[in-house]
C-alpha cells in the first residue's frame, strides 16, 4: 500500500533556526511558550546519553545536553557542518594532526546553576569509559590513555590523553593517531559535556544535568518523559543550541499507533515517534496532507545475523538469507516505495563512499530487481543448516511484528525451525547487543552519526565495536574479520589527507563486508514525521532529525 496521496503534497513550512537574530528574537517574541505533546509507542530505555543510542532519544539529547562541538542545528546539507558549542571555536590541529587544543566557552551553566568547568570536561571523558559507553572503542579509541581504559574501565584517567588547564580555560587532546572525524565524534551526545560528579554508571532514570534549553525534570520509562525549560540556560550561538519556542514538552509513551494517529489528528498531541499504521496512510495523505513532513534519511534497516552462533555461523546460510528477500514486499509493510528503497549493501545511497552494488538479486546488477530463491536454497543445502532452530527477535510494534512474521515465513521456507520474539522497544536494542542473550538473528536498523563511511561500516563492523557480555556492543553481528579490519583502519589513515581515495576504499571494503553477508540489508528509509495542525516551522536536520524544540505549537 503505497503512500502515494501524501508525498506529493509535503508540507513546506519556512525553517528559520538560522535566521538573522533580529528576526529570531522578534519570532521568540510571537511563538515562546505552551507545551508541546509528543508520542511514541515505547521509550528507548535509559536516559544516559553517553550510553544511549536509540535515534528516539539522541533528539531529546540535542535539547538536554551539548559537546564541545555540534553540527548546525538547521535543515539541509548545512546541517553536516560542524560549528563550535561549548568550545569557543574549532581549532586547528597541531602535531601532524594528533593534536587539539579547545578553549572552554565561559558563563555555561549546567541546568543545576554550577558553571561548566575543563573539570568537568575530563570527566566527562573518563565516563565515557567508566560506563563501556558502546563508541568508546570506536569512537574515542584513539585518545591516548584509551587502550588502558577499555582494559580496565574503572580506573579509567586518560592520562595524557585529555589534559585540562583550569588557568588557561583549555581542554586538550592528543590522539595516537592522526582522525580526520574527530570533530564529528565530539558533536554526538556519547560526548555530552556533564558535571563532574555524574555517577560513574548508567543512570537509568534518573537524569544527569545537562546544558541545554531544556532539562529532564521527570522521565517513567513506561509512561511519560518531561522537558521543561533550563532556567539557567542562555543562548551562546543559534548554530548550535539555539534557545527553544516551547515551555516544555511531554513525551508520553504507551499508546498504540493507531491511537498515536487519531490524537495528532484531532489535536489532542503534535506528533507521533511511530510510522503510522499502514490503513491510516491513505486516509492521512487525504485530509491531513499538510502536517506531513517526508525527508530523506541516510539509513539501512537490516537482518543481523550472529556470526559467532550457529546457524549463521556459516557464510553461506547468511548469504541465503539475504538472496531470500523479497525487499519489495518488505517495502509495503512500511509504507510503499515513497517511503523506502530496496537496499542490499550496507552503504546507503548518495553517501561517501558508495556505489551501487546489489549482489543479491536475481540477475545481479546494480539494483534490487527480485529475490532469488533458487540460489538461496542452492546455498541452504551446502550449509548444512537445514532443520536448525532459530528464534527471530523484533521490536513489539504492529510494524515490527508485520516485518518480523515475513521474516520468519521466509527463514522456514528456507527449512529452519524458525520462531518469533518480540521485545519491547525500549530494550530490543540493548537485548540484540549482548552477547549473554544469545541472540541469532533480529531486526536493526541504523542512521548516520555522521557523513563519513565509516560510521556505517567501522562502527557496525569493526572489530573494536564488539563487546561480548555489554548491552553496548553495536556490532550486533559480532562481525571481524582480521583483513577487512585493517583496510578500515587504512582507509580512516588515507582520509586525512586524501579524502577520495579513501572513499574509493570504502567503496571496495562496502562489497567485502556485503559479500560476508553479517547483515541481510533490507531497505533504506525515509523519515516520516506527522504533525498537529497547531506545529509551525518544521526543520528537519540530517543528524538530529525534527528539531522539535524549534518549532513552536500555536
Not at 535566521?19 to 511563538?31: G, K, T
Not at 594532526?97 to 572552554?104: C, E, I, P, Q, S
Not at 577499555?150 to 583550569?166: I, K, M, N, R, W
Amino acid at each position: 500500500m503505497a503512500f502515494a496521496l501524501a508525498v506529493g503534497a509535503i508540507a513546506s513550512g519556512i525553517a528559520v533556526p538560522g535566521a538573522r537574530a533580529e528576526d529570531r528574537a522578534q519570532l521568540m517574541q510571537q511563538h515562546r511558550g505552551g507545551t508541546m505533546r509528543l508520542l511514541a509507542s515505547s521509550s528507548a530505555g535509559t536516559v544516559d546519553p553517553q550510553i544511549n543510542y536509540e535515534g528516539l532519544f539522541w533528539q531529546v539529547y540535542a535539547n538536554v545536553y551539548d559537546g564541545l562541538t555540534a553540527f548546525k542545528k538547521v535543515a539541509g546539507p548545512d546541517g553536516n557542518i560542524i560549528v563550535p558549542d561549548l568550545a569557543e571555536n574549532i581549532p586547528e590541529p597541531e602535531g601532524g594532526g594528533r593534536t587539539f587544543v579547545f578553549r572552554l566557552r565561559r558563563g555555561v551553566h549546567f541546568a543545576n546553576g554550577r558553571e561548566v568547568s575543563v573539570a568537568d570536561v575530563l570527566a566527562s571523558f573518563q565516563r565515557i569509559f567508566k560506563v563501556a559507553s558502546p563508541t568508546s572503542g570506536s569512537f574515542y579509541g584513539v585518545i591516548v590513555g584509551a587502550d588502558r581504559c577499555l582494559q580496565s574501565p574503572t580506573d579509567c584517567t586518560l592520562e595524557g590523553g585529555v589534559v585540562a588547564d583550569p588557568a588557561a580555560g583549555t581542554i586538550t587532546f592528543h590522539l595516537t593517531r592522526p582522525d580526520p572525524e574527530f570533530l564529528d565524534k565530539l558533536a554526538l551526545p556519547h560526548a555530552s559535556i556533564l558535571p563532574a560528579d555524574a555517577p560513574a554508571k548508567d543512570v537509568g532514570t534518573q537524569p544527569i544535568p545537562g546544558t541545554g534549553p531544556y532539562m529532564i525534570a521527570s522521565y517513567e520509562p513506561n509512561k511519560a518523559m518531561r522537558l521543561a525549560r533550563n532556567a539557567f540556560f542562555r543562548e551562546w550561538i543559534a548554530d548550535a543550541q539555539p534557545a527553544g519556542y516551547p515551555d516544555a514538552m511531554d513525551y508520553d509513551f504507551g499508546l498504540e499507533p493507531e491511537a498515536e494517529v487519531t490524537a495528532v489528528e484531532n489535536g489532542q498531541a503534535d506528533w507521533m515517534g511511530d510510522r503510522p499504521p499502514l490503513d491510516r496512510l491513505g486516509e492521512i495523505g487525504r485530509r491531513f496532507a499538510g502536517q506531513i513532513h517526508i525527508n530523506p534519511l541516510f539509513s539501512l534497516s537490516y537482518l543481523a545475523m550472529n556470526t559467532r552462533l550457529p546457524p549463521f555461523d556459516n557464510v553461506k546460510a547468511r548469504q541465503a538469507v539475504a538472496y531470500a528477500l523479497d525487499r519489495r514486499a518488505l517495502i509495503n509493510l512500511v509504507g510503499g516505495p515513497n517511503l523506502g528503497s530496496p537496499a542490499c549493501q550496507i552503504l546507503p545511497p548518495g553517501f561517501p563512499g558508495y556505489v551501487a552494488y546489489c549482489p543479491y538479486t536475481k540477475n545481479p546488477d546494480a539494483k534490487w530487481s527480485a529475490p532469488d530463491m533458487a540460489k538461496a536454497l542452492q546455498l541452504m543445502q551446502e550449509s548444512g543448516t537445514a532443520g536448525q532452530k532459530v528464534t527471530l527477535i523484533v521490536g513489539d510494534t504492529a510494524m515490527a511484528r508485520d516485518i518480523g512474521t515475513y521474516l520468519q515465513s521466509v527463514l522456514r521456507q528456507l527449512g529452519y525451525d524458525a520462531s518469533l520474539k518480540a521485545i519491547s522497544g525500549n530494550i530490543q536494542f540493548t537485548y540484540i547487543q549482548n552477547t549473554n542473550n544469545k541472540a541469532q538473528i533480529s531486526t536493526s536498523g541504523w542512521n548516520q552519526d555522521y557523513p563519513a563511511a565509516s560510521d556505517f561500516l567501522n562502527v557496525l563492523f569493526g572489530c573494536g565495536s564488539f563487546h561480548p557480555g555489554s548491552d553496548s556492543s553495536i556490532n550486533i553481528s559480532g562481525f571481524c574479520d582480521p583483513k577487512i579490519d585493517a583496510e578500515m583502519q587504512q582507509a580512516l589513515r588515507i582520509a586525512i589527507t586524501d579524502s577520495a581515495a579513501a572513499n574509493r576504499m570504502w567503496a571496495a571494503i562496502d562489497r567485502e563486508v556485503t559479500n560476508q553477508a553479517p547483515v541481510a540489508p533490507m531497505f533504506n528509509g525515509k523519515a516520516l514525521n506527522f504533525v498537529s495542525a497547531r506545529v509551525g516551522n518544521f526543520v528537519f536536520n540530517n543528524q538530529y532529525l525534527w528539531l522539535f524544540s524549534q518549532s513552536w505549537a500555536r
